[in-house]
């Protein structure tokens, strides 16, 4: 694969080929069924996906225009390599690899049969109570243990969660985008390319963020406040603040540290 990327690529990408991550996986390593769309967000879409051995994968792949700039390619490299030194711990989701000489960049990962914990608490004759209970336990060991080796989600919510068949339903806590290594940091206040900016991120992941993060704090390394918002999500069976459907409104909540409402 080296030698067939350096007859076809220009000399900066020349430079990478030859420092290629141990994570590097190619287009010919991965069978990618398009036609079966297992989730999607605002930059990709997942898919279901077959590995040479036969294992069944999730592949997410981004849309083409994401990936283009270098902040985004660095961001996208700086998240491979922090999900490896996390895809050993138990409930968190498996990388198997990722791509980012495509013209869609895209990462191989464990397949969750069950998909989220909010589609899983949804199907038919699954308790909601006893199964968040179950799940949320198992994703708050994986969540202890990240942060008693430094690292942080950034990003806890009930779509980050997945879900998949064992002799009891298993959590996998996923997409590390926005996750970073707390013992790197010299300062708490906003990193570029870590913490969110409330003014271009999709809304809803705001609903799940602490207000010291809206104000351009990192969260700290405990997330109580996004897994309390998860749990919130998971028992009522609705988002945080489910009440307001108004940008300005949201954030303006979110500062001045109102509680979303206890019931419907």
């Not at 077959?50 to 981004?62: M, N, S």
């Not at 999709?202 to 405990?222: F, H, K, Q, T």
Request: with cysteine; hydrophobic share 35%.
């Amino acid at each position: 694969m080296k030698e067939k990327l350096w007859a076809s690529s220009s000399r900066a990408v020349q430079d990478e080929v030859k420092n290629l991550p141990d994570w590097y996986i190619t287009e010919d390593e991965v069978d990618i069924d398009m036609s079966t769309i297992i989730g999607f967000g605002g930059d990709a879409k997942t898919y279901r996906g077959v590995l040479e051995d036969g294992t069944a994968v999730a592949v997410k792949v981004y849309n083409a225009n994401v990936q283009k700039s270098e902040q985004a390619k660095q961001r996208f490299f700086d998240t491979m390599q922090l999900w490896v030194r996390l895809s050993h711990f138990n409930n968190v989701c498996r990388l198997y690899g990722a791509c980012y000489f495509t013209e869609t960049p895209f990462i191989v990962m464990e397949y969750c049969d069950l998909g989220s914990l909010d589609t899983y608490l949804r199907q038919e004759g699954v308790d909601r109570y006893k199964a968040s209970i179950e799940i949320l336990t198992q994703a708050s060991r994986a969540i202890t243990n990240m942060n008693s080796k430094g690292f942080v989600h950034g990003d806890l919510k009930s779509n980050n969660i997945l879900v998949t068949t064992g002799i009891n339903p298993q959590a996998k806590l996923c997409d590390f985008d926005r996750s970073f290594d707390w013992s790197a940091l010299k300062d708490e206040r906003l990193v570029k390319g870590t913490a969110v900016d409330a003014e271009t991120e999709i809304m809803d992941a705001v609903r799940y963020l602490a207000p010291e993060c809206i104000e351009g704090m990192l969260p700290n390394s405990n997330s109580d406040y996004s897994f309390g918002m998860t749990l919130y999500h998971a028992l009522l069976g609705m988002s945080p603040y489910f009440d307001i459907t108004s940008d300005q409104k949201l954030l303006a909540s979110k500062l001045a540290r109102r509680l979303p409402p206890r019931n419907k």
